[in-house]
């Protein structure tokens, strides 16, 4: 390199400023040298403190990839963990669904026990009802098949029988007394009925009450009181009065004629035992369909008379 080049010149001007006045002496090159390191030493602390912040970077990103490493190791030992233990989770996969199956079968069979042995809500509510309808008769007939289904799993379950049967039988009986008492109320509107459809609850309810005899035969008694008194009091009409608008004439107007007096009693006698007969079978039909097809009969069969003796009394008049 030329010493009168540029670059030579100026590092020896940058030199010259530390160079003693005294001249070029040993002591001159030691101070120059040592100076020379100095600032070499401030140099690099100021490169480092410059670059300090690339470290960091660096030293960070190699944290992360420590952690990173860590990270794929943790699941790298997962991994081979759950393929050790897949086959015990299929085994207890199959177990669990053979449960499955097992609770299914007994939820049936629970359900089913319930919709054979339990009152359901309504039910409940019906019998603890004082209003006689179709829900209440619905009700009783509903305990009685569970008393009957109780009595069937004596013979295996004596003691859950029991239980159940105890528990239905104060309801039960409530509702037979609330049914006996309505019964006993409609017994004149019962017996006062001339050819009608009879009310379907009654005769329903009646039914009811043969499952207890002493309630079924007062109300037997009081329907068959209450219907005498009726047919009395008609007797007593078609003797005295006759029928309506005077047709059939009153019987006691043929006093004078004992034959035709005798025979005309004796007709609507037969004619008041043959409605008896049917009044009595429609009532213990235990439908209101079979108690319609009871009073249809019945109502021709009393028309019927009624012409047979109206005909009777004008050929006795005629032959008379």
């Known amino acids: 390199v030329s010493i009168a080049s540029a670059g030579m010149v100026s590092c020896l001007n940058g030199v010259s400023e530390f160079v003693p006045k005294g001249g070029n ?11 020379l390191e100095a600032k070499d030493l401030q140099h690099c602390k100021e490169l480092l403190e410059r670059f300090s912040p690339v470290s960091k970077v660096f030293e960070a990103t190699e944290r992360i990839l420590d952690d990173l490493n860590a990270t794929v190791e943790a699941a790298s030992e997962r991994v081979k963990a759950a393929r050790k233990s897949s086959g015990s989770l299929v085994e207890r996969a199959s177990k669990l669904e053979e449960e499955k199956k097992i609770i299914q079968s007994k939820s049936k069979v629970v359900n089913k026990l319930l919709s054979q042995f339990q009152l359901q809500a309504h039910h409940s509510k ?6 006689v ?8 007939e509903r305990v009685n098949e569970i008393r009957d ?10 003691r ?3 239980d159940m049967i105890e528990s239905l039988a104060k309801r039960q009986e409530r509702a037979y007394r609330v049914l006996f008492h309505w019964t006993q109320k409609h017994v004149q509107s019962i017996a006062e009925n001339t050819g009608g459809a009879l009310n379907p609850i009654f005769t329903r309810g009646l039914e009811l009450l043969k499952q207890r005899p002493a309630y079924f035969s007062h109300c037997l008694d009081m329907v068959a009181n209450a219907r005498r008194i009726v047919m009395i009091k008609r ?8 029928g309506p608008n005077g047709q059939p004439r009153p019987i006691e107007i043929h006093a004078g004629d004992p034959i035709r007096y005798v025979s005309d009693m004796l ?3 037969h004619q008041a035992v043959a409605m008896e007969r049917e009044f009595l079978l ?9 108690g319609q097809r009871a009073t249809m009969p019945r109502q021709g069969h009393a028309e019927n008379l009624d012409s047979k003796r109206r005909g009777n009394a004008t050929e006795k008049e005629e032959v008379g």
């Open 126 to 131: 019906a019998l603890e009802s004082n209003e």
């Open 267 to 269: 007709a609507w006698v």
């Open 160 to 162: 859950v029988g029991l």
């Open 149 to 158: 289904n109780c009595h069937v799993l004596l013979e295996s379950y004596q």
């Open 25 to 35: 002496t040993l002591a001159a090159r030691r101070q120059l040298q040592h100076q």
């Open 133 to 140: 309808n179709e829900n209440m008769l619905d009700a009783i």
């Open 282 to 290: 429609s009532l213990i039909t235990t439908t209101a369909s079979d």
């Open 235 to 242: 007797f007593i009409a078609a003797l005295c009065r006759g």
